[in-house]
C-alpha cells in the first residue's frame, strides 16, 4: 500500500521561507518522477514542482526562482524548499507521483499540508 505524507506547513509572514517534506512509504520514489501540488481555497490543484527520476526540475513562472524541490533518494523522501513566500502562496501542498504523461496517481493523494503566508 502506497503511503505519501506531507509536513513542515505552518505560518509564515510574507518574505519568509518554509521546507516541506514528503515521505513515501509502498513505493520507491527514486524511480519516480514527483510532483509538488497546491490548492488554494476555491481553485483547482495545481502544480509547484517536478523533480525527474533523473533530477531534471521543472517550474511554473509564478514559483520560479523562489521555490526549489529536491529529492534524498536514501530516505525515500521529496523537499520542497520555499522562499521568499507570498500570500498568494497561501494553500494546501500535497505531493504525488506524476507518470510520463504528466499526470498524477489519483490513488496516492494524502492528507497534504497547509502553509499560510500572511502579509
Known amino acids: 500500500q502506497v503511503q505519501l505524507v506531507e509536513s513542515g506547513g505552518g505560518l509564515v509572514q510574507a518574505g519568509g521561507s518554509l521546507r516541506l517534506s514528503c515521505t513515501a512509504s509502498g513505493i520507491i520514489f527514486s524511480i519516480n518522477a514527483v510532483g509538488w501540488y497546491r490548492q488554494a481555497p476555491g481553485k483547482q490543484r495545481e502544480l509547484v514542482a517536478l523533480i525527474t527520476n533523473s533530477g531534471r526540475t521543472n517550474y511554473p513562472d509564478s514559483v520560479r526562482g523562489r521555490f526549489t524541490i529536491s529529492r534524498d533518494n536514501a530516505k525515500n523522501t521529496v523537499y520542497l524548499q520555499m522562499n521568499s513566500l507570498k500570500p498568494e502562496d497561501t494553500a494546501v501542498y500535497y505531493c504525488?507521483?506524476?507518470?510520463?504523461?504528466?499526470?498524477?496517481?489519483?490513488?496516492?493523494w494524502g492528507q497534504g499540508t497547509q502553509v499560510t503566508v500572511s502579509s
Open positions: 504525488n507521483v506524476v507518470s510520463r504523461i504528466g499526470v498524477p496517481n489519483n490513488d496516492y
